[in-house]
């Protein structure tokens, strides 16, 4: 259904694909929000983010192009990794250590609790796992303020 | 005093700050360039780390499906039930998850697949503290739930309400799992559009060709009202969930409309066994009902179901409703609508059954059936 949706509307199969994986991503990280309630079943809420994403995808093409019929150009999703500011973010993260890394990400891309995060970090407590997040995160800033000049970081 | 900005930025990202000190906070933004872009430099950070995590759970899907998956995947809905079903087994936190329909199909359907899989790669855990509060639930309930038109088409009123194009349609196979894949199968054919002329302000999500499940119950001669007076069934497998069940080789693959055939495996003795035998079996000769879940200006949810027989043809809408996986039974030529259990019916006593009718051209109010013969034969 997406493939045909996709296709049907300017888009390749390859396009499909991704925007099904953009949208099974945008869902987890919906899911993990507290407040997150599902309302209708899964492939028709999947098949809103799609349909979303792609017709911002058109919008996105056409004012880029002024045309709709472009060919040999890659999908272009919400989880555009061309941003310069967020590539360098990505690389400092991983050069982190992996507790760090992983408290970081569990925190701000997964939303787990702090404790949660301890438990899983085999930290004391809820409090020693948000002074390392805290650390985590002002290391990963330095690091990087160290090596970029502030305003050519921001975007 | 930085490291004081700092924790405040951090603070403020968290989402630890009262209404209070965000307003506060707010005001010194603005009035501080400074710490407005130390803030901002922070930002970026925040966006930086989900946009990492983003990629990273893209990649693990794009790469769980394209080793486990992608070979026999001609359906990118199972695809997606099966890859969202996996993430969920691999948070714990996501368990409460599993109580609600759908997902629960899917993944059994992977647990039994990736049983041996050792894959996960996120962390997991048996326990969680977290909870979510996800409901398996109709949306703006309210009560006129029940609001029913049957409005009679004329032939003619069928061309208004065909899709506007562009039009997608693709088979659309639902998988049910219990516990034996090969027990049963069923498709549902579906379609999802992206308007309808007739009103078309309203936002079409998905539409589907229902094939009604027939219920056959022979009945003791001269007794028409047995099906009102005997009080337990005592069907020991529950049909819904062997509804959409692939054969375990073709998983991914929908079946093909003619060969859905629904299948009981076992039944427990019924009280009255020499009154009803249960059989069950799927009508393939049989109009179908076209099934819509849209939503309307407001974002209210609404379903249309039509049986299309021409020249007139029934339509029912349940307003204020969200039904998920909804099915239509036969029993004794009456079709019924189940929505499922536990929709927000279910705080009313409802049965989540609704007796479609079978006269056109009036306009009337239903209730959800009450009879419990016939619940237990749709639900057991």
Redesign the interface.
């Known amino acids: ?5 996709i296709m ?2 300017s888009g390749t199969s390859d396009d ?2 991704d925007l ?6 945008i ?3 919906n ?2 929000k ?11 809420y ?3 983010i799609v349909r979303n994403q792609w017709l911002k995808n058109l919008e996105k093409r056409k004012r880029e192009n002024g045309s709709l019929e472009i060919a040999g150009e890659g999908p272009s999703t919400f ?1 555009d ?1 061309s ?1 310069m ?6 690389d400092h ?2 050069d982190m250590g992996e507790l760090c890394r ?1 408290i ?3 925190y ?3 939303g ?2 702090m ?2 995060i301890a ?2 970090n085999e930290l004391a407590n809820a409090n020693t796992a948000k002074s390392k997040k ?1 650390q985590c ?2 290391d ?2 330095n690091t ?2 160290s090596k970029y000049h ?2 050519d ?3 | 005093m930085m490291n004081e900005i ?2 405040r930025i ?1 603070r403020y990202y968290d989402h630890e700050m009262s209404e209070t000190e965000v307003k506060d906070f707010h005001a010194v933004l603005e009035g501080n360039s400074e710490i407005k ?2 803030w ?3 930002g ?15 990649e693990y ?2 790469e769980h499906v394209k080793t486990e998956e992608i070979e026999e995947q001609s359906n ?2 199972m ?3 099966a ?2 079903a996996f ?1 969920m087994l691999s ?1 714990f ?2 368990y409460s ?1 599993l109580e ?1 329909g ?2 629960k199909e ?1 993944a059994e359907i992977i647990t039994l697949k990736d049983k041996k899989s050792d894959k996960f790669k ?2 997991k ?1 048996d326990q ?12 703006f309930y309210k009560d006129s739930l029940l609001a029913l038109e049957i409005a009679r088409m004329e032939s003619d009123s069928s061309a208004k309400d065909e899709i506007s194009s ?1 039009e ?3 088979d ?1 196979a ?1 998988y049910e799992n219990d516990g034996n894949l090969e027990s049963a199968e069923i498709t549902l054919e ?3 559009v992206s308007s309808i002329a007739r009103r078309d302000e309203f936002m079409v ?2 539409q589907v060709n229902v094939i009604p499940i027939k219920l056959s119950v022979p009945i003791n001669a001269n007794d028409k009202d047995v099906l009102e007076s005997v009080q337990t069934m005592g069907i020991g497998t529950r049909l819904s969930k062997s509804r959409i069940s692939p054969p375990k080789k073709e998983v991914g693959k929908a079946p093909a409309v003619s060969d859905a055939e629904v299948k009981i495996t076992e039944s427990k003795p019924v009280t009255d066994s020499t009154a009803i035998k249960p059989k069950v079996k799927s009508k393939t000769n049989i109009s179908r009902f076209k099934l819509q ?1 849209y939503e309307d200006e407001n974002g209210t ?1 609404h379903i249309e179901l039509k049986n299309g027989t021409a020249p007139a043809e029934v339509q029912l809408i349940l307003f204020n409703i ?1 039904g ?2 909804p099915l239509i039974f036969e029993i004794e030529g009456i079709y019924y609508l189940d929505l499922g259990q536990n929709g927000p019916w279910a705080s009313k006593g409802g049965s989540g059954i609704w007796k479609i009718p079978e006269n056109k051209g009036n306009y009337s109010k239903i209730e959800w059936v009450k009879n419990k013969t016939i619940i237990d034969q749709i639900r057991n």
């Open positions: 259904m997406v493939r045909k949706y049907e509307n499909a694909e099904l994986q953009d949208a099974l991503v869902l987890w990280q899911a993990r507290p407040n997150f309630e599902l309302h209708a079943k899964i492939s028709t999947l098949f809103a989880l990794d941003r500011d967020l590539k360098i973010v990505r993260l991983n992983k970081l990400l569990m701000y891309f997964d787990f609790d404790q949660t438990e899983a805290y995160l002002k990963l800033g990087i303020k502030k305003n970081f921001l975007s | 700092d924790e951090i872009s130390q901002e430099f922070y970026n950070i925040i966006e930086g780390i989900k946009s990492e995590g983003g990629l990273e759970l893209k899907i794009k990118l809905w695809y997606a039930a890859s969202v993430l948070y936190a996501i998850y609600t759908n997902i899917a996120f962390w855990k969680s503290k977290y909870s979510l509060t996800i409901k398996d639930s109709a949306r562009p997608m349609s693709a659309v639902m579906g379609k999802a999500l998905t879940h949810a969200w998920d996986n």
